[in-house]
């Protein structure tokens, strides 16, 4: 990659950023699609959020990322937001317009191509989605958004499962969201689902922990997507596998919410061979460090 005058940046926002694996994404793509544009960490300390995103508008970045714990903070900052977004009440991509940036949240349609991609379906179905922290709660609007039958929201902390099935249901205009005890999930009605993993359990280097650890849970899981990508198979996607069921890591969510970005920044649709590339670097990146 070779920077000269022209060169546009990109990079991410957020602390702290040293593990993020964005560039590999989009510094791939950039040379793989021969656009002049470079992509970089950006550490910004706390209490200096809105001094960094007037400052990357000033020295005319094209875009940003934007991860914990500025991504719903990070509204206040922007000209305007993209109503998925707002919904979310999180943005992880600022793209530049006249004026200011306009923020977006590639996550959710992220996690959706990810899930389309794999033949997984929303639209219709009985869905388990384990947890109620900032990821969960955006999964929960997704499936509302596109159709899901039920949703039954289990969390360790009921309070935080009522709190997003409020919310999200009012959105709605619907009782889609059924919040639960996560240690009631023997209370779940019987038939198939579709289970989504949107807790930190289970993560690096706790790689034998799961949220739930009963095999007959399992048995009422058709598809398991787990949002972790590190270790590559979680415990959770283990035990759907050993129940007949299959199973996805969140290293497609990870991957899309990128090629989303690009495609905002740069104005045009990756081709699905330069995702792939894209996705055999990450995927090397964790079947190598595993
Ligand atoms: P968060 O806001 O901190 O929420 C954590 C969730 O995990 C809460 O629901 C919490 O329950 C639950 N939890 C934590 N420890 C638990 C335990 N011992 N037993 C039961 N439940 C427990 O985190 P987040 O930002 O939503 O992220 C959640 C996961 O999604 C992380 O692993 C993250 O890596 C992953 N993620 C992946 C992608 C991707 O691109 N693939 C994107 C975003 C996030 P309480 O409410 O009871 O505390």
């Known amino acids: 990659m070779k920077i000269n005058g022209k060169t546009r940046i990109c990079g991410l926002i957020g602390n702290p950023v040293e593990h993020t694996l964005s560039p590999m994404i989009h510094n791939t793509l950039a040379q793989a699609l021969g656009h002049d544009m470079v992509y970089v960490p950006l550490l910004v300390e706390a209490g200096r959020l809105k001094e960094a995103v007037a400052g990357a508008y000033a020295l005319n970045l094209l875009g940003l990322n934007v991860t914990v ?3 719903s903070q990070v509204i206040e900052s922007l000209q305007e937001v993209d109503e998925l977004a707002r919904n979310i009440g999180a943005v992880n991509t600022l793209v530049r317009t ?9 996550d959710m349609e992220g996690l959706y191509r990810a899930m389309t991609g794999e033949g997984i379906r929303i639209e219709g179905e009985q869905i388990i989605l384990l947890g109620a922290g900032g990821a969960a709660r955006a999964v929960a609007y997704l499936c509302a958004v596109k159709g899901a039958a039920k949703v039954y929201l289990l ?17 709605a205009g619907r009782e889609v969201i059924v919040p639960m005890l996560l240690a009631a999930y023997a209370n779940l009605p019987a038939g198939q689902y579709l289970a989504i993993q949107g807790t930190s359990v289970g993560l690096s280097p706790h790689v034998e922990d799961v949220v739930i650890a009963d095999e007959t849970f399992y048995e009422k899981i058709h598809t398991g997507f787990d949002l972790i990508y590190s270790p590559w198979e979680t415990r959770f996607m283990q035990l759907v596998k050993a129940n007949g069921g299959r199973a996805y890591n969140g290293l497609k ?25 894209v996705y055999e670097k990450l995927k090397a990146h964790f079947t190598r460090t595993d």
């Open 69 to 71: 714990p500025y991504k």
């Open 98 to 106: 006249e004026g200011g940036y306009k923020g977006y949240n590639t």
């Open 155 to 171: 969390n360790r902390t009921l309070d935080k499962a009522q709190a997003v099935a409020r919310e999200v249901n009012h959105a």
């Open 253 to 277: 969510m990870l991957l899309y919410q990128g090629i989303i970005a690009y495609e905002l920044w740069n104005q045009v649709t990756v081709p699905e061979a330069d995702v792939q590339v």
